[in-house]
């Protein structure tokens, strides 16, 4: 979920991974995981989050659900 989101968000800004990645203070190929599917760490979600202009909790909003599912379960 939280891909598409990034490269729809990141293509309307017109920025590339390597903008991004140095507005966020990561490496280009890091970043480049993090839009393939990798869940980054808070403290890069959050950093994502403000240079895209997104909300950073996109990136949990899936493990959220999951665990409130098995909760109730």
């Known amino acids: 979920m939280f891909p ?3 490269k729809k968000q ?3 800004l017109k920025l590339s991974h390597e903008q991004v ?3 966020v203070g990561i ?7 993090i839009e ?9 979600a959050q950093s994502i ?7 950073w909790t996109i990136f949990f909003i899936e493990i ?3 665990n409130a599912h098995t909760k109730t379960a």
């Open 21 to 23: 990645s140095n507005m």
């Open 64 to 66: 959220c659900a999951k």
């Open 49 to 55: 989050g403000k240079a895209l202009g997104i909300d």
């Open 36 to 44: 393939n599917g990798l869940r980054p760490s808070v403290k890069v």
């Open 10 to 12: 990141r293509k309307a």
């Open 27 to 33: 490496e280009r190929s890091y970043y480049t995981k």
């Open 4 to 6: 598409e989101i990034l």
